[in-house]
């Protein structure tokens, strides 16, 4: 039972446009959302997180969006540069994202292109 | 955010043997995880590194195949038992509730394991 779905595999974006990665979940618990970035070969790093009590949280050229009555979560990279290729996974947790696990999409795969 | 290592970062072995994973952290953290991405399919948590206690498993895993210890703040070993090729993924640790950043968790760089 895949709790937390990523439905596109890859997502091409031109250099400087805006890139949206989506990601629905079905444990209505689930009350803290993580997007990881992945590079080939290392861990995944950390991007951007929102509690539940907030419908949008913004960190330079990255915002995540939270809709809850759909249980869907975006992630909007604006603008898209190269070096942002990569695979992103959202994940989520019950609490504070501290001492609870996270589950993982699937990921999606973006690759930027001059 | 703290800098996680871990050791081997790859290794290839054979069916039947094990492999001991070390996760050190360069600072104090609450909460240690272990998690597998097998090829192709997104991050599992296997357990919650215990400091001083025994490991708390998910669904599906089970310390015989996969003791871990945590003897203090900063250090966890994974090891995988009996391996067999189904056993070839990434192994992370990940980290959580350090003092300079108590909210998210931070994942170590993994290590890529292959059993023929």
């Known amino acids: 039972d895949q709790q937390v779905k990523q439905n596109s595999p890859s997502l091409s974006v031109q250099e400087g446009r805006i890139s949206i990665l989506n990601c629905d979940y079905t444990?209505?618990?689930?009350?803290?959302f993580l997007w990881y970035k992945k590079y080939p070969a290392e861990g995944p790093t950390f991007l951007i997180s929102?509690?539940?009590?907030?419908d949008k949280n913004e960190d330079g050229r990255f915002t995540v969006f939270l809709n809850k009555s759909a249980k869907h979560l975006s992630l909007h990279i604006v603008p898209s540069q190269p070096g942002d290729s990569a695979v992103y996974f959202c994940a989520a947790t019950v609490g504070t994202g501290t001492a609870s696990k996270l589950t993982f999409g699937t990921g999606t795969r973006l690759q930027v292109t001059l | 955010s703290a800098v996680i290592s871990q050791k081997p970062s790859r290794d290839i072995c054979q069916r039947g043997t094990s492999l001991t994973i070390q996760c050190q952290v360069d600072s104090q953290v609450t909460m240690m995880f272990w998690y597998r991405q097998q090829p192709g399919q997104s991050l599992t948590l296997i357990a919650t590194?215990?400091?001083?206690?025994?490991?708390?498993?998910e669904s599906g895993f089970v310390i015989d195949k996969f003791p871990i210890s945590r003897p203090n703040l900063t250090f966890s070993t994974l090891t995988v038992s009996n391996m067999s090729p189904e056993d070839s993924s990434i192994y992370l640790c990940?980290?959580?509730?350090?003092?300079?950043?108590?909210?998210?968790?931070?994942f170590g760089p993994g290590t890529r394991l292959t059993v023929l």
């Open positions: 590194a215990n400091q001083g206690s025994e490991a708390t498993y």
């Open positions: 929102i509690s539940s009590i907030k």
């Open positions: 444990n209505s618990m689930f009350d803290y």
């Open positions: 990940s980290v959580a509730g350090s003092l300079s950043s108590y909210n998210e968790q931070f």
